[in-house]
């Protein structure tokens, strides 16, 4: 019996046509992360409309000079030094402005000179002070993730930093300095991690902020493939850093909050452990079902994408893969990295994007609201960019125009790459894609300013306003170079709102708080994070755009289920609700007109 | 044939010798021994003409009798005449129309000389007989000519071991139970064929054939053995051991075979293919390309090779040296569309759907009910961001149905089409067109995800835990293979393209 030789023909036309069109896997790409590729999709003519935002990378001028180190600048021979680390928008002394912290990385050989996460104090002029030392916050070696939370609800803004190594927790002294205190919460490990994303939840809601931390992979320089050895270890048929593929996975950890400064890890009673390991990175707490319970999801690098939905008892069940937010539109796993949180549709539901490898699409997912997505990347027009390798994201309204745009960070992870492949460079433009307000977006590179064009080879990124001037800037890992400080200066009269949340009965920090806004006839939600982006920390000031309106009314709804209204908001201030109590003053911004408040 | 009618009259002999054929005749009146032994003890010593005499002389004086008239025709027939032969069972059958005798006897001729009477004759015998081993082989044989394995296999399954001693039913049998799917148990019976005739090489090679399609390519590789071993092999038989080797992931034993296949038969397209499909299973495009090359040049008309080497340029992003290829296939026999399909594929993947989009519309016009161009089409439309509701969107969804309706059995059209009435809402049609695509291909991936997606969204949930266990399965499947793949590549050296490991 002779089987048809159009079998191989059509069956090669068949995988050609398969990769070339976006699914299975392709066998251009016999590299160590997810052999999902797609072709982007053309672009549409440019809308012609302008963009009134405009960023202008100030980070020298501000005093943010310091290189972030992280592993050799021009060849990588481990993972370990590629995958880099984020950064955070946090108000550590509470004066009301926005300060600086961020990750460092180390050297295979050793820490160079200089090698150490930084925090930079804002002193309100548009300029920061290194006060790293002063705060107690020096430290060297492979800081991966960052997430701010108030774990002992005093008011103080608290740090957790995930390593390759160990984590650690600082407890914010409320002193400018910080201490600290990781083995007396519990949180010391006794074996090696590779700690990746975290996020502070109050998943119990029991006001107390409880910490998820996701993990990478298992890691030994000893034991770990040098580049080449295996498939693993080439991309395109050069020898490259191995990994993450043939490298054992990563489990991720729970831990609950006590409510006594310690911390009691429930990674197995809540349901964590028992789902197999995956390449875990960024990680969101949100209530993406809108059922009053923080959910857990977690970017995952060539593995499906987890989501842990709260099953209110204190333990989570995963559901990334039927909830359509697993796996690429075909079904096939995907290197996840960054996630971006936003109504980028305003339908008053939480949208997730996440970025991805070279030759794929980052993804949006619609979120009907009952936590089921939709892919909708190529309806959205976020498919005509594949190019890069890309980290940092958020959906955030950079322009004030009350709809919420992307803006994603990129950055080789195989610098050496670039001098055999000159299209594949180490050093990336960062990608912003403006919303059109129809569900569809375009990319937009000299039109937003010259420090979109700027190439650098980046990681983490965090959306803020540290010049309190009703705008989101931007700060931007790079690695072995000092960080980006995109100062956003909009032109144009859309008006903004910015919603500071302060928790009573609900953990201090309002972490998992839901704010639902009406402005004109449109409606759009944001939540208080803990981490977001790629290993990052956005300014907790929620931050609307509100376009022509000049006022807007607010829905709060807090983690204890208390739910508060605020009507007719007077745009172009920052407002600051204490939980039960309404709008109380606020620090850095010129106070707002008079509102209407009422209490559910 | 002729060995399946004298098995089958010398049962009826033996029938013929007990005595319960002549108790189901009713007869007029008894008929004398005397009469009878002389008849059946010609048939025994095979003196048929002898027999037919005296079968002849016996329905003048017993004419109502439908024993001598079977006896009569069993003569007649074993002497050749099986026209008479078939005359008088159809008597014996007008006397008595359920005689089991002469009911096999006229099925059995009808059957030898392929007469339109066979099947009638056959289900009236087994309504009659529902255990007759030999009626069903015959019934099967008939089955199977007509193209209906069902029918068929039940037939065979009942015929016991009757049927091996007959190689042509047995080979009948296992050809249907592979088109009904029932591989491993067409391997069984496969195994019988060649257990009675081990030194039927083309039986081997049939084997061999369906255990690679069960999946059991040890087997397959054993079952070619004597045929490798110890004599000298041809370049089927090497061109199907390769396929056996390479599945069972010995690839340099595989591309050894494949290597002598061709210098036995250098003209034989298909064995380049072969190679080049190894060679691009194993990331060796160069090599494959070099090998194809040969066969170029042995072969300079074949469209197919340049095909081939075509989408190996495209795997090196070759693009220009693959459009020359794909325009060269085109030349040599512009009837394919498979030309055309490569280079928009070609053109996807240099990152140009616009060209591909034109590329594959171009040949449309020519050929407007190609299903691959059709299902292309639509592909590249919904890779553009077609929204629904949009020209785009109602042209990729009309493509997609037009390809299915031609071709049923394109599982990739399905797959688009099944995406596309996501998209819209559609969501029956995208269950239907999912669950198709899966009957296809049991491993799509992408249409198990869709089928998932889709159920959750119609909120029809019951089925998803287990859809989910098999897309887990499904991936860790494919990440072994990926892995088992990997463990290979072909490189050209003194030992031209012998595999190593990398």
């Known amino acids: ?600 | 044939m002729t060995q399946r009618l004298n098995l089958a009259l010398a049962l009826v002999l033996m029938v013929l010798l007990c005595s319960a054929a002549r108790s189901q005749a009713p007869p007029d009146a008894p008929i004398p021994s005397a009469r009878l032994e002389p008849i059946t003890s010609a048939l025994h010593a095979q003196r048929f003409d002898q027999a037919v005499q005296l079968a002849a002389e016996a329905v003048k004086d017993f004419p109502r009798d439908p024993y001598l008239w079977a006896l009569r025709g069993v003569a007649l027939a074993s002497a050749g005449n099986f026209k008479d032969g078939l005359s008088s069972f159809q008597q014996a059958l007008k006397i008595s129309p359920n005689y089991i005798m002469a009911l096999r006897g006229a099925a059995e001729i009808e059957f030898q000389v392929g007469g339109s009477g066979a099947a009638s004759l056959l289900d009236r015998l087994l309504r009659l007989r529902p255990d007759d081993t030999v009626a069903h082989a015959m019934a099967g044989v008939l089955r199977y000519r007509q193209g209906d394995c069902r029918g068929a296999a039940r037939h065979f399954e009942k015929s016991g071991a009757i049927l091996d001693s007959q190689p042509a039913a047995l080979h009948a049998f296992a050809i249907c139970l592979t088109r009904l799917k029932q591989v491993d148990r067409a391997v069984e019976v496969f195994h019988r064929i060649v257990s009675a005739n081990p030194e039927n090489q083309q039986e081997r090679r049939l084997l061999a054939a369906i255990q690679l399609i069960a999946h059991k390519p040890k087997e397959a590789v054993a079952t070619l053995g004597p045929m490798i071993g110890d004599g000298v092999p041809n370049a089927e038989t090497l061109e199907l051991a390769s396929s056996a080797f390479e599945e069972s992931g010995d690839t340099p034993s595989a591309v050894s075979s494949l290597r002598k296949a061709i210098l036995l038969d250098p003209t034989n397209v298909n064995l380049y293919l072969d190679f080049a499909h190894i060679s691009y299973l194993h990331q060796s495009h160069q090599v494959g390309i070099d090998v194809v090359s040969e066969g170029i040049a042995q072969l300079p008309s074949s469209a197919s090779l340049y095909l081939a080497r075509g989408v190996l340029h495209v795997q090196l992003a070759d693009y220009e040296k693959a459009e020359a290829d794909f325009e060269k296939a085109h030349e040599v026999d512009p009837n394919q569309s498979l030309s055309v399909a490569a280079q928009g594929m070609a053109a996807v993947q240099a990152n140009d759907l616009d060209r591909a989009l034109e590329t594959i519309q171009a040949k449309l016009a020519s050929k407007p009910n190609d299903a691959y161009l059709l299902y292309l089409q639509a592909d590249i439309l919904s890779q553009r961001g077609a929204a629904p509701g949009t020209p785009e969107f109602q042209t990729a969804m009309r493509s997609a149905r037009r390809a299915v309706a031609l071709q049923p059995t394109l599982g990739e059209a399905r797959g688009v089409l099944a995406k596309l009435a996501l998209l819209s809402g559609q969501n029956q049609e995208a269950i239907e067109h999912c669950r198709k695509a899966l009957e296809i291909n049991p491993k799509d991936q992408t249409a198990l995800y869709r089928l998932i997606q889709v159920l959750q969204k119609t909120g029809s949930k019951r089925e998803i835990p287990n859809l989910l266990k098999r897309l887990a399965s499904l991936r860790e499947q494919a990440a072994t293979e990926e892995r088992d793949r990997s463990r290979y590549k072909l490189i050209e050296g003194d030992d031209s393209s012998a595999p190593a490991k990398p």
């Not at chain 1, 069109?21 to 003519?45: C, D, E, F, I, W």
């Not at chain 1, 498939?231 to 729970?254: A, D, F, M, Q, Y």
């Not at chain 1, 809540?270 to 079902?289: E, F, N, P, W």
């Not at chain 1, 997912?365 to 990347?377: I, L, P």
């Open chain 1, 1 to 600: 019996m002779r089987l048809t030789r159009r079998s191989f023909v059509s069956l090669s036309l068949g995988s050609l046509g398969l990769s070339a069109t976006g699914r299975a896997s392709r066998l251009l790409l016999p590299q160590g992360v997810a052999t999902h590729a797609v072709n982007a999709q053309p672009k549409s003519a440019p809308s012609g409309r302008p963009f009134n935002a405009h960023f202008t990378d100030i980070a020298a001028a501000a005093g943010l000079t310091a290189p972030i180190i992280y592993g050799n600048p021009t060849n990588n021979d481990y993972i370990i030094e590629a995958t880099g680390c984020g950064c955070a928008f946090f108000d550590y002394d509470n004066d009301g402005w926005m300060d600086i912290f961020v990750l460092s990385g180390t050297r295979l050989e050793g820490a160079p000179e200089g090698a150490t996460n930084r925090l930079y104090k804002n002193n309100r002029d548009g300029t920061f002070a290194d006060v790293t030392e002063k705060a107690g916050l020096h430290d060297v070696g492979w800081a991966c993730g960052v997430c701010v939370g108030d774990y002992n609800n005093d008011g103080n803004e608290d740090l957790f930093i995930t390593y390759y190594g160990q984590n650690k927790l600082y407890r914010n002294n409320g002193d400018g300095t910080f201490t600290n205190v990781t083995k007396e919460a519990g949180l010391l490990g006794d074996t090696t991690r590779w700690g990746a994303g975290c996020t502070f939840v109050d998943y119990n809601r029991d006001g107390h902020l409880d910490l998820f931390v996701s993990n990478y992979l298992q890691f030994d320089v000893k034991r770990v493939p040098k580049p080449g050895e295996n498939v693993n270890c080439t991309w395109k048929g050069i020898p490259v850093e191995c990994g993450p593929r043939g490298l054992p996975r990563g489990v991720h950890s729970l831990y609950r909050n006590n409510g006594n400064g310690t911390f009691t890890d429930v990674s197995v009673a809540a349901g964590i452990v028992s789902h197999r390991g995956s390449y875990g990175m960024t990680v969101v707490a949100a209530d993406l079902d809108e059922d009053g319970w923080p959910d857990i999801y977690v970017a995952c690098d060539s593995t499906p994408s987890l989501l842990f939905m709260n099953n209110h008892d204190g333990t989570f069940r995963e559901e990334g893969v039927v909830r359509g937010v697993a796996l690429s539109e075909d079904g096939q796993e995907q290197a996840g990295m960054g996630i971006g949180v936003g109504d980028y549709d305003l339908d008053g539901h939480i949208d997730l994007f996440k970025t991805h490898f070279a030759e794929d699409t980052n993804g949006l997912y619609h979120n009907d609201g009952k936590a089921n997505f939709e892919d909708v990347t190529r309806i959205a027009k976020i498919g005509v960019e594949t190019r890069f390798i890309c980290w940092g994201a958020g959906i955030v309204d950079l322009d004030n125009d009350g709809h919420p745009d992307i803006f994603y960070v990129s950055g080789s992870v195989y610098p050496s790459l670039e001098k055999r492949l000159p299209q594949y460079p180490n050093k990336n433009p960062r990608t912003l894609f403006r919303n059109l307000g129809n569900g569809t977006f375009e990319e937009l590179i000299t039109e937003a300013g010259p420090a979109i064009a700027e190439t650098h080879s980046s990681r983490g990124c965090a959306f803020g306003d540290f010049d309190n001037d009703g705008d989101l800037d931007i700060l931007i890992v790079n690695l072995n170079e000092p960080p980006s400080l995109l100062r956003n200066d909009i032109k144009g009269t859309h008006h903004w709102l910015k919603l500071k949340l302060i928790g009573t009965k609900s953990n201090r920090s309002a972490i998992g708080a839901r704010a639902v806004i009406h402005y004109g006839k449109k409606v759009q939600v944001q939540e208080v994070l803990s981490q977001s982006s790629y290993y990052s920390v956005n300014d907790s000031r929620l931050h609307f755009g509100l376009g022509p309106e000049k006022t807007a009314d607010i829905s709060i709804r807090w983690p204890s289920g208390l739910k508060e209204e605020l009507k007719a908001v007077v745009a172009d201030q920052l407002i600051v609700v204490k939980e039960a109590s309404g709008i109380i003053p606020s620090q850095g911004f010129v106070e707002g007109v008079t509102q209407k408040r009422s209490i559910r």
